[in-house]
C-alpha cells in the first residue's frame, strides 16, 4: 500500500484581507509525480511557497510525511528537496564545489552520496567545470542535484524546464521518471508546458482564481472526448441524453456534441436508436490535456 507523501487539505491564503487561495486541498502519494496546472495568478506560486513554509497558510493543513509544515516544520522539511524560481549556484564554483559546500551544511552526506546525484541528472562530464560555463540545462540539472543530495521523499518543482530546447526538456523529463522509477521519489511539478505534464504525469490538479478546479488522474482525463453525433433529430437526442445522463451537450452546424467518457459511447448509441433517433454518423476526438485544460479554465476568469 502507498504511504501518502504530501497532503493539502482545506487550505485558504489571504494577503491584505483579499482571499488567494480559496480552501484547496490535493494529495500525493508514494511514487507519483502530480501535475500543478494553473494560469498566471491562478495561486500555483503562492501554494508551492507554503508547501516548502516560505509563506503560512490563513488555514487548512499541509503534511510532509505526515508531519505538519506548521508544528512540525524541520521534520516536515527533512523530506523535501526543491528547485523553485531557478537554482541558487555560485558560478566562480565547479559544480562538484557547489554540491560539496552545500553537503558540509547538511549531516551524513558522504562523497559517494554527492557522486550519485551527479551520476543521476547526468553531469558527470562536467561537473568539474565552474559553473559560468555552464547552460541553462546545466544550471537546471545541477540545481536538481542540490535538491536531490540530501535523498528527499517529495521533490517540488516549479517550471523546472524554462530555457531549455526541446531535447533538453526530453531528457529532464526522462531523468524525472528514472528517479520515480529506481527511487521511488514523489513529485510536484508546476508547468506552463502541459504537453510535458501529460508525458510526464500521473495525476493533475489544475487551479484558477485559487480554486482546485479538478483533481484527477491523467488516464481518466484522456479517457474523455469530443463526441459527434448526426442524428435525424438533434434536438431531441440533445434533450434524451441531457435527461438520462446528465449529459452536457451543445448542437452546432445541425451536429450534437459535447465532452463524454468514451466508454459511454455504446450505451448512448444504443438509447437514441431504442428512443427512435437515426444515427447518421458518430465521430470521436480525443482532447489532449491541453484541451482539456482550456475547456476547464475558459469559465474561470481570474479576478
Same mark, same amino acid.
Request: hydrophobic share 40%.
Given at each position: 500500500m502507498m504511504s501518502r507523501v504530501l497532503k493539502v487539505n482545506n487550505v485558504t491564503k489571504y494577503i491584505e484581507k483579499k482571499e488567494i487561495i480559496k480552501g484547496i486541498s490535493f494529495n500525493i502519494e508514494e511514487g507519483e509525480?502530480?501535475?500543478?496546472l494553473g494560469p498566471n495568478g491562478a495561486g500555483k506560486s503562492t501554494t508551492l511557497r507554503m508547501i516548502?513554509?516560505?509563506?503560512?497558510?490563513?488555514s487548512g493543513t499541509i503534511e510532509i510525511c505526515g508531519a505538519s509544515i506548521s508544528t512540525q516544520y524541520i521534520k516536515a522539511m527533512e523530506n523535501v528537496g526543491c528547485l523553485i524560481e531557478g537554482?541558487?549556484?555560485y558560478n566562480f564554483a565547479t559544480g562538484m564545489k557547489n554540491l560539496e559546500m552545500l553537503s558540509a551544511m547538511?549531516?551524513?552526506?558522504s562523497k559517494e552520496d554527492i557522486l550519485e546525484v551527479v551520476r543521476l541528472v547526468g553531469l558527470e562530464n562536467r561537473i568539474n567545470d565552474k559553473v559560468s560555463t555552464y547552460s541553462m540545462g546545466m544550471r537546471q540539472r545541477l540545481g536538481l542535484a542540490q535538491a536531490l543530495i540530501h535523498k528527499p521523499k517529495l521533490l517540488i518543482l516549479d517550471e523546472p524546464t524554462n530555457g531549455f530546447d526541446?531535447? !533538453?526538456?526530453?531528457?529532464?523529463? +526522462?531523468?524525472? /521518471?528514472d528517479l520515480v522509477r529506481h527511487k521511488n521519489i514523489s513529485v510536484l511539478i508546476s508547468s506552463h508546458l502541459i504537453s510535458e505534464i501529460q508525458l510526464m504525469c500521473d495525476k493533475v490538479s489544475i487551479i484558477n482564481d485559487g480554486l482546485i478546479i479538478k483533481n484527477a488522474k491523467v488516464s481518466d482525463l484522456l479517457s474523455s472526448g469530443t463526441i459527434y453525433w448526426v442524428?435525424?433529430?438533434?434536438?431531441? !437526442?440533445?434533450?434524451?441524453?441531457? +435527461?438520462?445522463? /446528465?449529459?452536457?451537450?451543445k448542437i452546432e452546424n445541425n451536429e450534437l456534441m459535447g465532452n463524454i467518457d468514451l466508454e459511454k459511447i455504446e450505451e448512448m448509441n444504443k438509447y437514441l436508436i431504442d428512443e427512435g433517433i437515426k444515427l447518421k454518423y458518430v465521430?470521436?476526438?480525443?482532447?489532449?490535456?491541453?484541451?482539456?485544460?482550456?475547456?476547464l479554465t475558459e469559465h474561470h476568469h481570474i479576478t
Open positions: 509525480i502530480l501535475g500543478f516548502v513554509g516560505l509563506s503560512k497558510p490563513s537554482p541558487d549556484l547538511s549531516k551524513n552526506i526541446p531535447q !533538453g526538456i526530453f531528457e529532464f523529463r +526522462e531523468i524525472i /521518471k442524428l435525424d433529430d438533434p434536438l431531441k !437526442g440533445q434533450t434524451l441524453l441531457k +435527461e438520462k445522463y /446528465k449529459a452536457d451537450l465521430g470521436i476526438k480525443s482532447l489532449t490535456l491541453e484541451e482539456l485544460f482550456l475547456n
